[in-house]
């Protein structure tokens, strides 16, 4: 949405970060963004307390995240922007972290609600790779501030880091939701069948199937 809208409002290049769409004229839908995404997963009611834990740290980074902004791509910065930049990189480090290992538990035993099975081979399989996958554009996106400036004006390798990053886990989730509603419709037809089978009992004297 940031994306487009900046696109659509200026002809300016995009932002070295993600985090700098707080200096564009998306300012307002990037912080409405985070602060969704945010409260959606502190509010996200998960089975297992060690996940309820990990997405509530998650959604909290990301709020914190919001409303401490990156310090401006300018020159010079005061001491109090650098500090709140600084609390920007930290929460976002922690944030990321917190949504590689939601989507590495995705694909463990539990995932679905206490006492749940284990997804498929294949599922767990492509979870541990999104996990992998997110945790290491994270940590490119990290390194690539260590970049000289020209050479990110060049790239954008951190931008694009950071959009990798949030689409693998979006991609993530989408999977895993799909794969909860197929469970919830396999498990409401069972319950269905079980009620008519009690509604419909054997005649007497015959053996039920």
């Known amino acids: ?21 707080y200096y564009t004229p998306m300012r307002n839908y990037f912080v409405g963004s985070l602060c969704v995404l945010g409260v959606f997963l502190l509010l996200h009611d998960v089975g297992v307390r060690a996940d309820r834990w990990i997405t509530r740290v998650a959604g909290a980074s990301m709020l914190c995240v919001a409303f401490c902004p990156a310090a401006p791509p300018v020159p010079r910065v005061t001491t109090a922007e650098d500090a709140v930049g600084s609390l920007h990189f930290a929460f976002a480090v922690i944030a990321f972290a917190a949504l590689g290992v939601m ?88 319950v269905r069948g079980l009620r008519l089978g009690a509604r419909d009992p054997a005649a007497p004297g015959e053996i039920p199937p």
């Open 1 to 21: 949405m940031c994306l487009a809208g900046d696109a659509a409002v200026t002809s300016a290049r995009l932002p070295d970060s993600l985090s700098y769409y």
């Open 103 to 190: 989507t590495w538990r995705f694909g463990q035993a539990g995932s679905d609600g206490p006492g749940s099975p284990a997804p498929p081979w294949g599922a767990t399989v492509f979870y541990r790779a999104c996990a992998g996958l997110l945790l290491g554009f994270a940590a490119m996106s990290g390194l690539a501030n260590l970049l000289p400036g020209p050479v990110q004006n060049a790239t954008l390798a951190i931008f694009d880091f950071e959009a990798l990053s949030i689409i693998t886990f979006g991609v993530s989730w989408f999977v895993k939701g799909t794969d909860v509603e197929s469970a919830v419709r396999a498990s409401a037809a069972l």
